[in-house]
């Protein structure tokens, strides 16, 4: 196994570093400032146009896409990592790069599985960042965990399709820039049970579409939002499918990949700056007498937190290294044992740094109680823990019953 990035690799990880001491750290107060005065939370930022505009400029654009456009000539998922993992420090940083979920993965699959007229409408402005996305999967009436279950009906009629369902925690969907829904629903209720879905191509402001509300996440309201939405006999060409009838349960496998170890990659990023806060605070207070960073407990959870980083790191990137020689299929149990392993970790690690920064930990001074809240989500999102270990588990069943 070799994890030496390549030259193009760290080269964009000075120009990235470069960018986030100039740009990015400094507009972390005026991003705060800027989204509390905005009319609406779900709005942008102008420090964050700016942001993007800079990206774009240095060529710190859209640098997830493993395969070459006018931004980039394509990187390896082993190259992207590090990358991911600085834009982790920042909750705003991946979005100012074009490398934010959902955009991400779904200016994939509109690469893998789209038409030339679909790139042209959805990807093209996806990628030069004009427009936002949201994946329309998750159910509230259903285990989505398994997503044979879904319920949402696609009729096709004629020369349209009918959509009727009910989704949420719909990121991206609350930005007043998304513009497409990427929504999966059952075409073939009575076929084979992962033949049964398909993917369509729906314009948010189709007819019939109505976001009903926004999601907090233990109370924070999320800026691209996190929606519940309806469908209520909607109507959209037969054109928008996506892919062909039958596949949206391939497509859907083809999007979480990436998009799983993506997280992780980036919450490396969330666990790292919360050491080193945790490190800072610890050394700049005093109780009974004696600094903080000098108490024995203190000191094992600063130590305990680098091992397990970069444990986890080694992991990570060994699950990208496997993806980029094997391919995203074979790697499946490790992404799938990553995806566990790395959120486990991260809220470990900012839970320590929360108890020694005190009652500040649990304000929204320091962005700890932030990246708790966000972190622990992930341990659902994309797959829950158990279905994850259910992978890893199953694997290891099958390897000992061939050994024996």
Known sequence: MDFEFSPRCQQLQKELLAFMDEHVYPAEP?????????????????????????????????????????????????????????????????????????DTGNMEILTMFGTEEQKEQWLGPLLRGEIRSAFAMTEPAVASSDATNIGCSVVRDGDEYVINGRKWWISGSADPRCRILIVMGKTDP???????????????????VTVVR?????????????????????????????????GGFAIAQARLGPGRIHHCMRTIGVAERALERMVAR??????????????????????????????????????????????????????????VAVPKMALEVIDRAIQVHGGGGVSDDFGLAWAYAHTRILQL???????????????????????R
């Open 30 to 102: 005026r991003y705060e400032e800027q989204m509390a005065a905005l009319p609406d939370p779900h709005e942008t930022p102008q420090v964050l146009e700016d942001l993007k505009a800079e990206a774009r400029a240095r060529g710190l654009w859209n640098l997830f896409l493993p395969h070459k456009t006018e931004w980039t000539d394509g990187l390896s998922n082993l190259d992207y990592a590090p990358l991911a993992e600085i834009t982790g420090r920042v909750p705003f940083a991946a979005e100012a790069l074009n490398c934010s979920a959902p």
């Open 282 to 339: 610890a050394e700049g207070r005093v109780t009974f007498g004696q600094p903080v960073a000098e108490r024995g407990q203190v000191q094992d959870w600063i130590a305990n937190a680098r091992m397990n980083i970069d444990q986890a790191r080694l992991y990570t990137l060994y699950a990208a290294w496997k993806m980029d020689r094997d391919g995203n299929r074979a790697a499946a149990t490790e992404i799938a044992a990553i995806k």
């Open 381 to 403: 999102a994309d797959g829950p823990d158990e279905v994850h270990r259910r992978t890893v588990a199953r694997r290891e069943q099958r390897r000992l019953a061939v050994a």
């Open 190 to 208: 009575d076929g084979e049970r992962h033949r049964q879905q398909s993917m369509v191509l729906v314009p948010i402001d189709t007819p019939g």
């Open 214 to 246: 926004n999601l907090p996440v233990f109370g924070y309201v999320d800026r691209e939002g996190h929606c519940e939405i309806t469908f209520e006999d909607v109507r959209v060409p037969v054109g928008n499918l996506l892919g062909e009838e039958g």
